[in-house]
Every structure is written in C-alpha cells, then in structure tokens.
C-alpha cells in the first residue's frame, strides 16, 4: 500500500471548516483513500473513503486531486467533539488488501 | 446495537506471563481484526480472520496468535509477555469478506507490562 505523510498537528476554530491534507503521491489505480478518526480513549473510528471522485457523507466531504496524489478531508463545521486524531490511509482492494497500515496522522484542536 | 466488545477493558502482568484477550464482534459481522497501538504511534496491523480462518498476519513474534470461534468472538494470545507489549489492543470486526472497507473498532484492551 502506498505510504501517506499528514501534517503532525492543526487548529481549527469552533464552528469553521477543518480542512486536512493528506499527501499520497506513490497511490496506485486499484488503491483507495480512506480516513479514520480516534478520539482519545477510543477506537478508531471510520469516517470516509474514496477513489477518485469527490464524496460526502454526514460526516465529512473528501476532496481527491484529479492526479489522485493527495486529497483533502473536510469537517464542515468543526465542533469540540471533533477534537481526535484523524488517520489517511490508502489501500488497495484487491487479495491480501486486509489491513488498515496506519501512520502517525494529524492531531486536529478544535478551539472554542 | 452493540458495538465491538473488548474484555478486559484493563490488564496488567509481568514480563514472561501470558495473557489472553478476548473481543466480541458486532452481530452479523464475520471479519475481526487485532491491532496493537503503542502510545504515540498509529494502530498496527497483528492479525484478521474471517469466517474462523486466518486471512491475514502482520509483522509480530510467533508469541502472538489468535482464533476465532464458531460464534465469530476470537481471542488473541501473547506469551513470554515483554516490556514492550505493553500496549493498547484494538479489535475490529466487519461484515463482510476480509477486504471489506469498514472496520468498526472497539474501544480496546490497555495492556500494561511490569
């Protein structure tokens, strides 16, 4: 699967869009790009996943470049409890494509 | 509905012990994984199985080994316990085959090494 690098952190003010980048630039045709979310204390938690068009859920929207070698993840409005550490990760659907290979991912503050 | 169970919630054993860790999948799904997150890092990926078999292992010791049982529950294993398997287990489950795209996790076992 091919590796993501995500900034370490961000802030985003209470009520505003968070917008999260994530950079996949090795991305092959057959892998997608999936986003979780865990909140401290918790299991990771799933959020979206795409492969090459936009899509939104009521959750978040997903951005991907027409390249496909980075995408964009986007809270609309963020709110406290959006406070976590959001993971991008890229995956392929084919055999042996079962586990989820997480890195470090962005630790989104939510401020009030 | 519930979610994924995980039991115990909390452990704590000595190095060289054993230790057993058991997850609950969520009803109807067939599909569970083990991940391993060490504080500060991302999960990892130790094992899934579907439909009772092994689908698939990650980079771990031969002292990590799972089942799954009949019910799709499963348990995961560590022998001769080491400081640095201290950890949080996170188990996953999913309904379908093994390349399904959701996982649901559960809240995970704390697993401390003295």
């Known amino acids: 699967d091919a590796k993501t690098t995500q900034p370490t952190s961000m802030d985003c003010a209470e009520g505003r869009a968070a917008n999260l980048p994530c950079n996949h630039s090795?991305?092959?045709?057959?892998?997608?790009v999936y986003w979780y979310r865990q909140i401290h204390s918790q299991g990771p938690q799933y959020i979206i996943h795409?492969?090459?068009n936009n899509e939104t859920n009521e959750m978040a929207s997903l951005i991907i470049t027409e390249d496909r070698k980075s995408s964009t993840l986007i809270l609309p409005h963020a709110t406290l409890r959006d406070t976590a550490v959001y993971y991008c990760?890229?995956?392929?659907?084919?055999?042996?494509?079962?586990?989820?290979?997480f890195g470090k991912g962005t630790k989104l503050s939510v401020i009030p | 509905d519930a979610g994924v169970t995980q039991s115990p919630t909390h452990l704590i054993k000595t190095r060289g012990q054993q230790v057993t860790l058991r997850c609950s999948p969520i009803?109807?799904?067939?599909?569970v994984s083990w991940y391993q997150q060490v504080l500060g890092q991302g999960p990892q990926f130790i094992f899934q199985?579907?439909?009772?078999?092994?689908?698939g292992r990650g980079n771990f010791p031969d002292r990590f080994s799972a089942r799954q049982f009949p019910n799709y529950s499963s348990e995961l294993n560590v022998n001769a316990l080491l400081l640095g398997d201290s950890a949080l287990y996170l188990c996953?489950?999913?309904?379908?085959?093994?390349?399904?795209?959701?996982?649901?996790f559960g809240s995970g076992t704390q697993l401390s090494v003295l």
């Open positions: 795409g492969l090459k």
């Open positions: 199985y579907y439909e009772k078999e092994e689908r």
């Open positions: 090795t991305i092959s045709g057959n892998e997608y």
């Open positions: 990760i890229v995956r392929g659907s084919g055999a042996g494509s079962y586990q989820l290979t």
């Open positions: 009803s109807g799904h067939k599909s």
């Open positions: 996953a489950s999913s309904p379908m085959g093994p390349t399904n795209e959701k996982l649901f």
